[in-house]
């Protein structure tokens, strides 16, 4: 089994930051990508940012310039650094994981999200 944690979410104003960080643990080989995905209320899951294992990122367009995402292999982490927040990056926000486990058995893996909240 794998776990996912993530943990940083919170309150912040317009133009504030927050920075969010996913663990994962538990039976793991290898993880090939790790990444980030948000979803507001009433619309579907996107993905904001991802990152492999060999350090090629990629972003949605929406958050291009604002958030970074950044990983450490060794621990297993990945981080999104989200700057000049706005309102309409409030969501809850998941964090995703391409593991090779056991076996050689490589699947997708969630976090239980945390909620982020951009408001004044």
């Known amino acids: 089994q794998v776990q996912l944690v993530e943990s940083g979410g919170g309150l912040v104003q317009p133009g504030g930051s927050l920075r969010l960080s996913c663990a994962a643990s538990?039976?793991?080989?290898?993880?090939?990508?790790m990444g980030w995905f948000r979803q507001a209320p009433g619309k579907e899951r996107e993905l904001i940012a991802g990152?492999?294992?060999?350090?090629?990122?990629n972003y949605a367009d929406s958050v291009k310039g604002r958030f970074t995402i950044s990983g450490d292999n060794a621990k297993k982490k990945a981080y999104l650094q989200m700057n000049s927040l706005k309102p309409e990056d409030t969501a809850v926000y998941y964090c995703?994981?391409?593991?090779?486990?056991?076996?050689?058995?490589?699947?997708?893996?969630w976090g239980q999200g945390t909620q982020v909240t951009v408001s004044s």
């Open positions: 538990g039976s793991i080989f290898s993880i090939t990508a």
């Open positions: 990152i492999t294992s060999g350090g090629i990122t």
């Open positions: 995703y994981a391409n593991v090779i486990g056991a076996g050689w058995a490589q699947d997708d893996y």
